[in-house]
């Protein structure tokens, strides 16, 4: 299998299911061909959007590993990859492997020529057909776009798991501590999407276990914030965990961003938003 698989979504999925089946039967194992970053670096002009990811690259292997996959080649997408024609993809990369098959989606071409299936008709080949939710092909650029407008809970559909992002706790203003609601500020350096901004219902992994949480993005308006920050409040939690890689799930929004008058409206906000948390069940 070959492809960047952002985000390893449903649509990714059912190839790997179909890989899985035939690798049982036919007693072979899966490998991929992927890529560190985006092909589209080879094709656009720079901008550090380019980097983003889906998936931070640990997250990435362990979801390949979770769908089945026994090897995992990574080659960096050049101008010279770019250009190898199905012909040499073939004669360079394929003809090195025992292939049993070979599983490839509904929209496969590959190779400067753009060759199709009919390429491959040397081999067993398996197309899958797209997948599709409410009327939309999944795709990683819906995904994205639904985690920029903040609905995550489309995102998590599309995705078929609670979208990550992986960072490590850093100081913050230290004001959270004196309105009774301290909050991790989360600075991810694996160039991740955040979501849009706004409040949402979370989970955060710390030190290997998972508690419920709140989580704010933005400016912290009603101080004037300059810093756009990821926060989250855990909840039945005490401890200091500077320092500490954690992972936040994001499970639904809840509200936007608000610039309120008093410190005292933002913490019965805060209280309301806390129940909303508590309530959701994933
Ligand atoms: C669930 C939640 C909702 C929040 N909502 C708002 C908000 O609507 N407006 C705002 O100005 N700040 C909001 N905040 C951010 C607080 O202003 C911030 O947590 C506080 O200033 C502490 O900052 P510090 O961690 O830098 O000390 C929210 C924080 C959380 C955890
Ligand atoms: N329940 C909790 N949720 C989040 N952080 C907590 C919690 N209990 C203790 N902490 C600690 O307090 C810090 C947050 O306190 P806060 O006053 O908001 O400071 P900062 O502005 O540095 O984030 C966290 O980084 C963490 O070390």
């Known amino acids: 299998m070959l492809g960047y698989f952002d985000g390893l979504h449903l649509g990714h999925q059912a190839l790997f299911e179909k890989a899985r089946a035939l690798a049982s039967e036919k007693n072979a194992t899966i490998s991929v061909l992927t890529f560190p970053e985006s092909p589209t670096l080879v094709f656009k002009k720079f901008n550090t959007d380019l980097f983003k990811h889906l ?40 003809r090195h492997l025992s292939v049993a098959a070979i599983v490839v989606g509904f929209d496969y071409q590959f190779g400067s020529d753009h060759a199709g299936l009919e390429a491959l008709s040397a081999y067993e080949t398996y197309q899958i057909d797209k997948v599709i939710a409410d009327g939309q092909k999944i ?41 009774g609601y301290p909050t991790a500020n ?27 949480g709140m989580a704010s993005i933005g400016y912290n308006d009603t101080f004037g914030g300059k810093n756009k920050t990821l926060e989250v409040h855990i909840f039945d939690y005490r401890d200091e965990i500077y320092g ?19 410190v005292a409206d933002l913490i019965t906000q805060m209280e309301s938003d806390e129940k909303t948390s508590r309530e959701f069940n994933a």
Not at 149 to 158: I, K
Not at 190 to 210: N, T
Request: glycine share 8%.
């Open 55 to 94: 998936t931070s690259k640990a997250k990435r292997c362990q979801l390949f590993e979770d769908n089945g996959v026994d090897f995992l080649y990574f080659t960096d997408f050049t101008s010279h990859f770019a250009k190898l024609t199905s012909h040499d993809f073939i004669a360079n990369y394929i």
């Open 186 to 212: 989360i600075a991810s350096k694996d160039s991740q999407y955040i979501p849009a901004i706004g409040v949402y219902v979370v989970d955060i992994e710390v030190s290997g276990k998972r508690y419920r």
């Open 139 to 179: 795709s990683s650029t819906a995904i994205r776009q639904a985690i920029l407008d903040g609905d995550v809970t489309r995102a998590n559909q599309l995705l078929g798991y609670a979208y990550e992002v992986t960072g490590i706790v850093v100081h913050g203003e230290a004001r959270g501590r004196t309105i």
């Open 244 to 262: 500490e890689t954690v992972t936040v799930y994001f499970l639904q929004f809840i509200r936007g961003m608000i610039k309120f008058d008093s």
